[in-house]
């Protein structure tokens, strides 16, 4: 319900005349949905001159915004695009954002843009890629208008909204294989200049942005553009970023576009797992369960097997390597409680990783440990996934470095849903 009057709100603001903001801004509110089906996240955004919704995929990791759409052809004539629903012309060559764009690392599965321009002329060629299938394919950067709602931190507010050009790629339709139903796009949030939350710089450039996944598909989260506040029902008075805390987030390169953290231990009853000190992690919203390098796993796995002995295990379901008789856990005893995994970070504080960030229900009276092992030679000692993150409020500070992180709202009494999504005047 939530979402919905998120979304008439939306065409709401298409019969209004965008309002010129000449104060310090405020933060840009969209609402993420859950795909059941692939368990990845989608982004809602409204282009201003098809007055219509496009939905994308939220990626960490991608250097630019994609959409299925189509480029004018270089020294066409307009009328080639008159009959298409959605056709652009393509940018400049020698533009900063085109420079800037060739700047990241092309995708091995893509092929070469060398003679694209000396082929085709001044146009800018770019790669995007299927974050899916990895599949990649030739296309050109182009520009258009986006309305985006913004925020007082409480609601949605009718009387603020942006108005703003934003820089994207065009793709095929058979880009789109195998990415959740409804998605036309990816949305990238990486540290890519390109990348959806950095392309917001009027009145000035906006470098923080915050993610809160929810649970499922029927009652969406929220992500925010901006630096608040944040306020979540049923507490009107208690801005989130005041509970949070922090610790230094890495880009390995300035080519490097996903964000990482060091963890310096994981423990579980306040004992560190062996063999384990001071390992960068990837955060990713790609990935749905958390995935460890084999050693790591096994240590996990160990240690949380000695913790709860006292409920009963049943054959394990894929891709966990450890399942529990669900019952048990329900359970208010003592006997049967499933601990915290408690991962201290560089700064030395804690996220805490608890039950409803832990352990999966599978059906049939099974519950699982929601962390996979991703084999011995992986690229990523830890990558972080959806499963841990949902109902956490996580915080991106990319002009100071920093990842902010509640650890669960639940145990707060308020969730990723629980942001109040009515229209005020």
């Known amino acids: 319900m939530h979402f919905v009057k998120l979304l008439l709100f939306i065409f709401a603001i298409l019969s209004h005349d965008v309002v010129s903001i000449d104060f310090q801004p405020v933060t840009v509110v969209l609402p993420i949905t859950k795909d059941t089906k692939t368990s990845l996240y989608k982004v809602v955004l409204t282009i201003w001159s098809l007055t219509t919704n496009s939905t994308y995929l939220l990626d960490l990791d991608a250097p630019f915004i994609w959409k299925q759409c189509i480029n004018m052809p270089i020294h066409k004539p307009y009328k080639y695009c008159q009959d298409q629903y959605d056709c652009y012309d393509g940018l400049y060559c020698k533009s900063s954002s085109c420079i800037d764009a060739k700047s990241y690392e092309i995708s ?168 384990f000190k001071n390992i960068s992690a990837k955060l990713s919203t790609l990935v749905p369960y958390t995935t460890l390098r084999s050693d790591i796993y096994a240590a996990l796995l160990k240690s949380f097997s000695m913790s709860i002995k006292n409920i009963h295990r049943v054959n394990t379901t894929k891709p966990f390597g450890l399942c529990m008789k669900a019952s048990d856990i329900a359970s208010r005893s003592s006997k049967f409680s499933v601990p915290n995994i408690d ?83």
């Open 108 to 275: 091995p599965n893509c092929p070469s843009l060398n003679n694209i321009t000396a082929k085709y002329g001044c146009i800018c060629p770019v790669t995007p890629v299927n974050p899916v299938t990895k599949v990649c394919k030739i296309s050109q950067l182009t520009t258009k208008e986006l309305i985006l709602p913004l925020t007082d931190g409480r609601n949605p507010t009718l009387s603020q909204l942006s108005n703003w050009y934003y820089l994207f790629s065009c793709a095929p339709s058979s880009l789109l294989r195998s990415m959740p139903k409804g998605v036309t796009g990816v949305a990238a949030f990486s540290w890519s200049n390109l990348a959806f939350p950095r392309q917001l710089t009027y009145p000035k450039p906006t470098q923080q942005f915050a993610l809160c996944l929810p649970t499922s598909a029927s009652a969406p989260g929220v992500t925010f553009i901006g630096d608040g506040p944040f306020y979540f029902l049923p507490f009107p008075n208690l801005d989130i970023k005041s509970i949070l805390s922090y610790t230094p987030m890495i880009r390995k390169s300035s080519k490097s576009l996903g964000y990482y953290v060091t963890i310096n231990k994981i423990s579980i009853k306040r004992k560190p797992i062996p063999l």
């Open 343 to 425: 991962l201290e970070m560089e700064s030395g504080k804690i996220w805490t990783i608890s039950k409803d960030n832990s352990i999966k229900e599978m059906g049939n009276g099974v519950a699982c440990l929601a962390f996979v092992d991703g084999g011995l030679h992986v690229d990523d000692a830890i990558v972080i996934g959806t499963f841990q993150m949902e109902n956490n409020f996580l915080f991106f500070d990319l002009a100071n470095q920093k990842f902010w992180f509640s650890s669960s709202l639940l145990a707060r009494g308020t969730s990723c849903s629980s942001f109040n999504t009515t229209v005020i005047g």
